[in-house]
């Protein structure tokens, strides 16, 4: 059972453009959310994160947003560069338990230069 | 800093063959581990998390197994592979006793394919 979905799992964009992922999930106990980014080949860096207390976080070009109520949140890129292209990870987490981390099944960007 | 390394980096393994897979961790004590494998559209699977020493969850039945024989190492095997454990396999560390900020920063990863 996939708690936590991206449901487009690619999106094409020019560069220069805004760059939006998309994430949804189920589980209302969750309370901390990530994005992780991806390359072919390595494994994943952090990228931002969110507290539930907060509906959105900035930090340079990439702002997480997120909205309890529909479960849903967001990152944006702005303005998006060829070397954003890579997959991108959400992530939802619970407040206890060592295991308490859920990955979306991932949305690959192409930013088209 | 904390640093967190796992080889090889790539393998090709026959069928029936064992399999070791390491990841240590540096700059840090007693750190949760994980062993997360990428799977085509099913995101990153988490195989199986260890919160100390010999101390092994496994999440997902399967052909493998985990052992933690030090506080910062973290072993990923398998007697016998099968086909389908061919993957990227990445091992993943975190502060201990975090509630929240939960950030789970990850090794390299390792490419695994069976033949």
């Known amino acids: 059972d996939q708690q936590v979905k991206q449901n487009s799992p690619s999106l094409s964009v020019q560069e220069g453009r805004i760059s939006i992922l998309n994430c949804d999930y189920t589980?209302?106990?969750?309370?901390?959310f990530l994005w992780y980014k991806k390359y072919p080949a390595e494994g994943p860096t952090f990228l931002i994160s969110i507290s539930s207390i907060k509906d959105k976080n900035e930090d340079g070009r990439f702002t997480v947003f997120l909205n309890k109520s529909a479960k849903h949140l967001s990152l944006h890129i702005v303005p998006s560069q060829p070397g954003d292209s890579a997959v991108y990870f959400c992530a939802a987490s619970k407040q206890t338990g060592a295991n308490n981390l859920f990955f979306g099944t991932g949305t690959r960007l192409t930013v088209i230069p | 800093s904390q640093t967190i390394h796992q080889w090889p980096a790539t393998l090709v393994q026959p069928v029936g063959s064992p399999l070791s897979l390491e990841c240590t961790v540096e700059g840090t004590s007693n750190p949760n581990l994980y062993w997360y494998r990428q799977a085509a559209g099913r995101g990153l699977q988490l195989l199986f998390y260890s919160v100390g020493i010999g101390q092994i969850s496994s999440e997902v039945p399967q052909n493998l197994s985990a052992s933690r024989p030090q506080d910062r190492q973290f072993i990923l095997s398998s007697k016998k592979l099968l086909l389908s454990d061919s993957g990227f396999y990445l091992c993943?560390?975190?502060?201990?006793?975090?509630?929240?900020?939960?950030?789970?920063?990850f090794g390299e990863g390792s490419w695994l394919t069976v033949v």
């Open positions: 993943a560390w975190r502060k201990p006793g975090q509630r929240r900020g939960n950030t789970i920063y």
């Open positions: 589980n209302s106990m969750f309370d901390y």
